[in-house]
């Protein structure tokens, strides 16, 4: 990966989100030729000069300081996830060592973990790498999401599955929303790991095979897994709404997370979610 075009791209495209009301500066009702921020707009809020950023957004990171990327992700209203992003693509060398020990290293899933998936009767849970590999699940996360037993094992994989799966588009009510933040974690990973064969081989894949891959990757949203709803429709029990949850995982491996979903007690998803587990029983069972 080009991360003195990540770079650029990514600076670029924070700025013209932002409009001069949005930051506190006058607009005067002039005409503007290109969308949000000039850039000498966001280098009089960085307190930097205009030719020293026009450098950085070109990609020109070299020897930038924390301070300073610390007052650009001010003047952008960066997130805390951004700003991590940001420092990943500014100072790639700052753990590089790290980083290629992290991908010649394969993300293993101990038996203890394992065995909580087991013991989560009831409750959809699976664990998610840092390509968005899933690399283990329960019972339930096979009755929800889809039979993991029969797929091959690249196949296993939540951006596939999102964006190239037969019925992702019919199981997440809100797909758009659901692929939107499947690019969003990804794009995170490519930052941190700019130099991972595996995973640059899966955005080109996507690239090729889904145009709406395309689109949202050209967009540079950036988010870390984290915690709401999602409205999914069932092909045996029919619509739910389940909150999820995504917990780092204690262990040494920082990019591995447990994902768990679970329903409102009390409400028509919760009984939706007890007919299925009833089903995989069955199946299991069978």
């Known amino acids: ?103 010649a290293r394969p993300q293993l899933v101990r038996p203890g973990l394992q065995h909580l998936l087991d013991a989560m009767d009831g409750v959809p849970a699976f664990l998610i790498g840092r390509r968005l590999d899933i690399l283990a699940w329960n019972r339930m996360a096979r009755a929800l999401l889809g039979d993991f037993l029969t797929m091959e094992p690249e196949e296993r994989n939540m951006a596939r599955m999102v964006f190239l799966g037969p019925n992702a588009r019919d199981l997440y009510l809100d797909w758009e929303c659901k692929a939107t933040e499947v690019v969003s974690v990804l794009r995170l990973y490519a930052g941190c790991y700019p130099d991972d064969p595996a995973l640059l081989a899966l955005v080109g894949e996507l690239s090729v095979r889904s145009e709406e891959f395309r689109s949202l990757w050209a967009a540079h949203t950036v988010a870390d897994k984290g915690h709401g709803t999602k409205r999914l429709r069932h092909p045996l029990v029919g619509e739910m709404t389940l909150a999820y949850e995504s917990l780092k995982v204690a262990g040494g491996d920082p990019d591995l997370v447990l994902v768990t979903y679970q329903a409102e007690p009390g409400t028509a998803s919760a009984d939706a979610l007890r007919l299925l587990a009833q089903w995989g029983v069955e199946e299991v069972v069978g």
């Open 1 to 103: 990966m080009d991360l003195s075009a990540e770079l650029s791209e990514f600076l670029r495209s924070r700025r013209a989100r932002l409009k001069p009301e949005d930051v506190g500066l006058p607009e005067f009702g002039r005409h503007r030729r290109v969308p949000g921020l000039r850039r000498e707009e966001l280098a009089q809020l960085a307190g930097v000069s205009v030719a020293y950023y026009t450098r950085l957004e070109q990609g020109n990171g070299r020897n930038v300081s924390m301070e300073v990327l610390d007052s650009i992700a001010r003047a952008l209203r960066l997130s805390d996830t951004e700003r991590a992003h940001l420092t990943h693509l500014a100072k790639p060398t700052a753990k590089k060592k790290q980083q290629r020990a992290a991908i």
